[in-house]
């Protein structure tokens, strides 16, 4: 690893360990309160946490998906380097303002070892777009799973509800016809084009296009590649990134099951509850993603907890419960990431 990418290496590192004492120190209640928590959660705190070890071994599976259809058989890495780097990634995003500031740059630092620049960057870009392509595609048929329980008697659908359920196909359907174009014609110069319309960055724009406009045409033209000419690897990752969801879903079925939330209990009861689950998770998700300004949207998710939970007829205090438990686990998750950071990597420069 040359100097540069293991000063790099450090300041991603340090970062995140300063995000999580920030963290830790800014939850809503105090210490006393969140140890009660815990110890309520007791034994299930085991599968809340370990449910990501799958959802984070899908992730790998779609990004490598991604990789087989962009790079060149001899550069793909190995799962577990991709999945070392799915953590740690993820990790850095939850911990860094604006998702994707810390994880994504340092994807693609790392993946650089593996295969050329400007297939690491297209890679990473075009994996973080289907990461993002999957969200919509989640929320968008989460509304009509909410009105297929409507239907059957589950759940009301109140003036405000349809309301919101209308604004949200809406706004999915605007973000799939500009996934569209993105994935025919390539974002990145497009992008750094409407990042020199902000103020003061304008100058900045018009040089680092003319400087890399070779590299950054390439990146785009390996966007377009992709779902042009393996739509196999395409919607493979697409399905993956999409089953991921409905996995992590799994973490508030176990808190609701441990509140006795089991809609009735046997079979049925059961299955009702995980599609609830899957709707608070759908509208959390959606919340905290439209603010993604702030560090693991910091009291974002706990209101979107407790607004998606209550809108299922369920208590306020359940929301804040799994709220934060789910804070918890993202702080393992974050401890885990950091940690792997300083391994010794498998693949030499």
Known sequence: MTWTKQRLNNLFFLLGVA????????????????????????????????????????????????????????????????????ITGYALNYATPVGGLGGEPYRIMELSRDMTKQ?????????????????????????????????????????????????IVAFCLVAFYLFSRGYRNGLVVKVIRWVGKLPGLGGWSERFTEAHREALENVDRQIGALHRQDKRAFYSALLLEYLSRIVQSMEVLFMLLLFGVDCGGGFQGILLTALHSILIVALTTLLANLIGFLPMQLGVQEGGFVISIAALGLSAALGIFVSLICRVREIIWIVIGIALMRLPSDKKE
């Open 19 to 86: 995000a999580v004492v920030v963290m830790l120190f800014t939850f809503d209640v105090s210490f006393v309160e969140l140890w009660d928590h815990l110890c309520h959660a007791g034994y299930w705190l085991i599968p809340i946490v370990g449910i990501w070890i799958v959802v984070y071994g899908i992730n790998a599976l779609s990004w490598m998906a991604v990789i087989r259809g962009n790079a060149d058989p001899n550069e793909v890495p190995s799962f577990w380097r991709i999945y070392r780097l799915t």
């Open 119 to 167: 297939h690491a960057t297209s890679s990473v870009i075009l994996y973080a777009m289907m990461h993002v392509f999957a969200h919509f595609w989640f929320w968008f048929t989460s509304v009509f799973l909410y009105l297929a329980l409507v239907l059957v008697g589950d759940l009301p659908l109140t003036p405000v509800m349809a309301v919101s359920l209308a604004v």
